[in-house]
């Protein structure tokens, strides 16, 4: 099995490696990074849960866009990506 | 959540008409629409997901191929760790070949599925509000194929939001659709068929599997015997993966449940306790397990969102303890005042996907017999065996709830400071001072705490609710009825740009 061609993202602006084909999530999952954001009221570190796009914990701002899920974000090359305090907003 | 979008912008945008309009494009909304292209009926199939399949035919990207060796030099390869590099096993190999067949299947009749679109509202009757893109597109369907499928039980427990706790589906999915594991070292806990097997797949693609928890005793699962050999074209599956697991030596510890998960930033550690027969702890009995993943199955709860907005009415199905729309013996749900609406599939009651399948033949043939595309006669004569096959896979489902029917031990694992909603961070303990200051349905509590006003809509916590409502104030899970939930039926991000059009 193959991945699709490389890619590159950022991640708080460090370079991630990532495969066309993948989904934000799994990128950073391959790199070894599980903390996906800080919960707006307690704190507390969160990742990823239900990783099919109905837990809403996986949310980031990606390309400047808050709140949308990296479970079901496919990846481009140049993308950024960041951690941080997040949370869905409708 | 914003206020929906002005309905003037919407009812002024052009209508689509078609004959049937199916949502979801796992087992269950793929083969109704089979059945019904076949018959010659207009079909449009709208899906979520970037590939039809659903979840258990869970597909790569295309960019991703079928090669022999995995992509070296990368994070991707090290090892077990995150790869998947040594092909699917068997046994994954022939779920993937049924996934496929059914696509070739779908394909070759000339069924097309719309994906990335999700139908969000129903505001004039028969009428289906679509968003694909950043575009709001309006369905009006003769008749309509719920297949919206279902979604992990979460369970709420000390440390369950830590990263690195995952759902069982969810660690099926990644492996499925990325290629990934969700760690190196797992902890597998839950109760049904489903753990097993994903415990199986994560362990014949590398992982470590440190143990496999279940409350269940062996003797529990004795009883299922008889229907396990009925079935045993969907139990081998399960079988082999059992097989695989003890060939590999994991721990499979019975009267156990996962209590709490720890560490700092993730997972590091998953502490485990012995559980009586109704599941509940027995003190000074844990053990703790180094691991950095954890994956939590306790069954799935059915996907009704879609369902109440279009007005199906409910009924309380005991044998999975959710609420499901309520059918008729053709599927057909009791909706007032809108068009044949047909449910299938596991949001219809968790009964896997032979039973979706099954299900979406019958709506499918019998949607084509309501528009005159079949003789009836021939209509019938082809539904016979689907609905015998229906009233066997039914018979079967009820006899796995009964095995691996949930105790109340479950609902007591949370303690006072565990978030029990996820999305807005309530904690048991706000929750309970709430039903003791008198909130005594889900809609109040979620009034009263915020639980339930998150973006995930109360998927993650409206279960819990119902049951420390009928635990904490002594009443039946079906007395306390469940979370209402209006449109949209998820999320849409980019509403706003479609209210600004």
Redo the contacts between chains.
């Keep these: 099995?193959?991945?699709?061609?490389p890619v590159r993202l950022t991640c708080d602006g460090e370079s991630v490696?990532a495969?066309?084909?993948?989904?934000v999530a799994?990128a950073l999952?391959?790199?070894?990074r599980?903390?996906?954001r800080t919960?707006?009221?307690?704190g507390?570190?969160?990742?990823?849960?239900?990783?099919?796009?109905?837990?809403?914990?996986c949310?980031m701002t990606i390309d400047g866009q808050a709140?949308?899920r990296a479970c079901v974000t496919?990846v481009h090359d140049g993308m950024s990506v960041e951690t941080g305090v997040s949370?869905?907003h409708? | 959540?914003?206020d929906a979008p002005n309905e003037g912008d919407l009812t002024e945008q052009e209508l689509t008409d078609v004959e049937l309009l199916v949502v979801g494009a796992g087992p269950g909304g793929l083969c109704a629409a089979i059945e019904a292209v076949r018959a010659g009926v207009d079909v449009v199939v709208l899906d979520?997901n970037?590939r039809p399949g659903g979840?258990i035919y869970r597909q790569?990207?295309?960019?991703?191929?079928?090669?022999g060796?995995?992509?070296r030099g990368?994070?991707?390869d090290e090892g077990a760790r995150?790869g998947?590099g040594h092909?699917a096993s068997t046994r994954s190999g022939k779920k993937v070949r049924a996934g496929q067949a059914l696509l070739d299947e779908a394909r070759a009749a000339g069924v097309v599925v719309s994906s990335g679109s999700t139908a969000w509202a129903m505001f004039d009757p028969g009428v289906l509000e679509v968003v694909t893109g950043d575009r709001n597109h309006r369905v009006r369907a003769q008749r309509l194929v719920l297949a919206t499928g279902a979604?992990?039980r979460?369970v709420p427990l000390p440390g369950w939001?830590?990263?690195?706790?995952?759902?069982v589906?969810?660690?099926q999915?990644?492996l499925k659709s990325?290629?990934?594991l969700?760690g190196q070292r797992v902890l597998v806990a839950g109760v049904g068929p489903l753990l097993l097997v994903v415990a199986g797949q994560l362990a014949e693609a590398g992982a470590e599997i440190v143990a496999v928890v279940e409350p269940v005793s062996r003797l529990d699962t004795l009883g299922l015997l008889p229907a396990l050999l009925r079935e045993w074209r969907i139990t081998r599956e399960g079988l082999g993966h059992r097989w695989s697991l003890a060939r590999r030596r994991v721990p499979w510890l019975g009267r156990s449940m996962l209590v709490r998960v720890e560490g700092?930033?993730?997972v590091e550690r998953a502490v485990v306790a012995d559980v009586d027969s109704d599941w509940q702890v027995v003190p000074d009995s844990t053990r703790t397990f180094e691991v950095d993943a954890v994956c939590l199955g306790y069954g799935l709860v059915p996907s009704v969102e879609l369902a109440t907005i279009c007005g199906c009415p409910l009924r309380f199905a005991p044998e999975t303890r959710s609420w499901v729309p309520a059918r008729g013996a053709d599927l057909q749900s009791g909706a007032p005042g809108a068009p044949g609406i047909f449910v299938v599939g596991d949001c219809a009651g968790i009964l896997g996907a032979q039973a979706a399948a099954v299900e979406g033949r019958i709506a499918g043939l019998t949607i084509a017999r309501d528009l005159k595309r079949l003789e009836p006669a021939r209509a019938d004569r082809l539904l016979q065996p689907y609905l015998e096959r229906r009233a066997e896979l039914e018979r079967f489902g009820h006899a796995l709830h009964r095995a691996f029917e949930l105790r109340p031990g479950l609902t007591s694992l949370a303690e006072a400071d565990t978030?029990v909603c996820?999305?807005?961070?309530v904690t048991l303990a706000e929750v309970d001072e709430a039903i003791d200051e008198g909130a005594d349905t889900p809609g109040q509590l979620k009034a009263w705490t915020r639980a339930g006003m998150?973006?995930?809509q109360g998927?993650?916590c409206a279960s819990f609710l119902m049951e420390r409502l009928a635990s904490r104030l002594g009443r039946s899970l079906e007395e306390v009825g469940y979370l209402r939930t209006g449109a949209p039926a998820?999320?849409?991000?980019s509403?706003?740009s479609v209210s600004r059009q």
């Design positions: 099995m193959r991945r699709g061609d490696e495969y066309e084909g993948e989904t799994s999952l391959a790199s070894g599980r903390r996906l919960s707006p009221r307690r507390d570190p969160r990742g990823l849960f239900c990783v099919m796009g109905v837990c809403f914990d949310v709140g949308l496919q949370e869905h409708d | 959540m914003t979520d970037p979840q790569m990207p295309a960019s991703f191929t079928r090669e060796g995995a992509r990368s994070a991707h995150q998947f092909g979604y992990d979460p939001t830590l990263p690195g706790v995952f759902t589906g969810g660690a999915g990644l990325q290629r990934l969700v700092e930033e993730n978030v996820r999305c807005e961070e998150g973006s995930c998927r993650m998820k999320p849409i991000i509403l706003e």
